[in-house]
């Protein structure tokens, strides 16, 4: 999926370049509608809450396995969890520097494992809760409550995070993420 179509747009040349496959997309977008799911609109005692959330867990899962096997893009290869490279992004940003990355910048990529880790922890938490072991023990309900706040924030900051990156890179994300490619700017090189 790495094939680069010169095309133009208006005045200026564009690469379109084929980043996210179907799977990548679809467990993305199937991942937003089960949080928002869960945390809008169901009862979080009744069963369709449960289930929503072993669903979540599972498009992790799945999401994970894919990140070792699937197509370049979609490895952890390309986005590694990096403070360091996190870092020198940040300070790059200040500077006025404007990178383009194919995969997910440095802060999108530690974005990303901390939300699958808060996914993680919510199903985990949550299957908790159905045990007869921890029905009713408090301190996992606080659990489960404090990690969907910070999963809440995490989405907050990374809707945020996509639209400052695609108004400082003129890559608009939302719409690589829905058709799989990214419109690189002429004249931009990419990481």
């Given at each position: 999926m790495?094939?680069?179509?010169?095309?133009t747009s208006g005045r200026?040349?564009?690469?379109q370049v084929a980043v996210w496959d179907p799977l990548v997309r679809l467990i993305h977008w199937m991942l937003a509608l089960s949080v928002l799911l869960n945390?809008?609109?169901?009862?979080?005692?009744g069963k369709p809450h449960e289930w929503i959330g072993y669903i979540a867990?599972?498009?992790v899962g799945l999401r994970l396995v894919w990140a070792t096997v699937g197509p370049r893009h979609a490895r952890f290869s390309a986005?590694?969890?990096?403070?360091?490279?996190a870092l020198r992004h940040l300070r790059a940003l200040l500077a006025g520097v404007?990178?383009?990355h194919l995969s997910h910048n440095p802060l999108g990529a530690l974005m990303v494992y901390n939300i699958w880790l808060s996914v993680i922890a919510m199903g985990v938490t949550g299957y908790m809760m159905t045990t007869i072991t921890f029905f009713g023990v408090k301190w996992v309900e606080d659990a489960h409550e404090v990690i969907f706040g910070w999963l809440l924030i995490s989405v907050a900051l990374h809707v945020a995070g996509v639209a400052f990156d695609s108004w400082w890179s003129g890559?608009?994300?939302v719409r690589a993420m829905v058709t799989g490619c990214k419109n690189i700017p002429g004249g931009q090189d990419v990481k």
């Open positions: 790495t094939t680069v179509a010169e095309r200026a040349s564009a690469r945390g809008a609109f169901l009862d979080a005692d867990l599972g498009l986005f590694p969890p990096s403070p360091a490279m404007r990178d383009i890559v608009n994300l």
